[in-house]
């Protein structure tokens, strides 16, 4: 009878056996590396989005901030007035620019002292979202940003844009001796027109400097808006002519009773 050697077991068992315990240790070894891993990204995920709800407050209100003008400084004019209509003035003049592309010339006139006595804005809009609301609310903002007083209507005037529509405080005696506002906006090119003034004695002569601020505005540069060149070498030919005093010569197309009953009220 042959024996069989002890040691030919032991190698069999080494040869079956223990590859596979070393194979099941690896997987072992492999599913914790995994697992640690995935687990290390979950980490990874909730403090990153930690991180974004603590921001999130302050990156909603950024976009939903409205885009402030900043004023254009070094810009060249693209519109001018006649030195001739308020003597004795002092003019400045701004340009203000909207980061969606929008444009604001200002025109302000201001007396002894640097009292300002009127302003004059053209607004060519951009992508902008033009937030004016009424004309009457805009033109108080502008004069009154408190907003105390309301504004009515009072007539129109005719200009080289055509009709112009005019605005005064409401108060009764008050507003017979108040600044005068105007509004005026256009379709097609599109921009608006819109200010104030205080010159002059009495309505009608208001009345008539507001229209011959308007008749003397002239287009400097356009750019590359071939619309508004059109536009403004066109309205040239309905210039009226402004008097020696400062004020346009009137004429029956002038609409000069303040207290026009088709316009009165408060808007």
Request: net charge negative; hydrophobic share 45%; with cysteine.
């Amino acid at each position: 009878m042959h024996s069989f050697p002890a040691g030919s077991a032991d190698s069999h068992y080494r040869t079956t056996v223990h590859p596979a315990l070393v194979s099941f240790v690896d997987e072992v070894y492999g599913t914790l590396a995994r697992l640690c891993a995935y687990l290390m990204t979950l980490a990874l995920m909730a403090i990153g989005g930690i991180a974004l709800w603590q921001y999130l407050p302050d990156i909603t209100a950024m976009e939903t901030a409205p885009k402030a003008w900043s004023q254009a400084g070094g810009t060249a004019p693209a519109f001018a007035v006649s030195q001739f209509i308020f003597p004795g003035k002092i003019e400045t003049y701004e340009v203000f620019r909207h980061p969606e592309g929008g444009r604001k010339d200002v025109f302000r006139w201001s007396g002894l002292g640097g009292t300002p006595v009127a302003e004059l804005e053209i607004y060519r809009p951009g992508e902008e979202i033009d937030q004016v609301g009424s004309a009457a609310g805009y033109l108080a903002a502008r004069m009154d940003p408190a907003g105390a007083r309301e504004l009515e209507a009072a007539g129109i005037i005719d200009s080289k844009f055509g009709a112009v529509t005019l605005f005064r405080r409401v108060g009764g005696t008050e507003a017979a001796s108040a600044c005068l506002r105007f509004f005026k906006h256009i379709d097609e090119p599109k921009f608006r027109l819109s200010g104030w003034s205080c010159l002059g004695e009495g309505v009608p002569a208001r009345r008539a400097a507001i229209g011959c601020m308007l008749n003397r505005l002239i287009l400097l540069s356009a750019g590359n808006d071939t619309k508004l060149t059109e536009f403004f070498a066109g309205d040239e030919v309905r210039r009226s002519d402004c008097a020696a005093s400062g004020a346009p010569a009137l004429s029956a197309d002038w609409v000069m009773d303040a207290d026009n009953p088709r316009l009165r009220g408060t808007l």
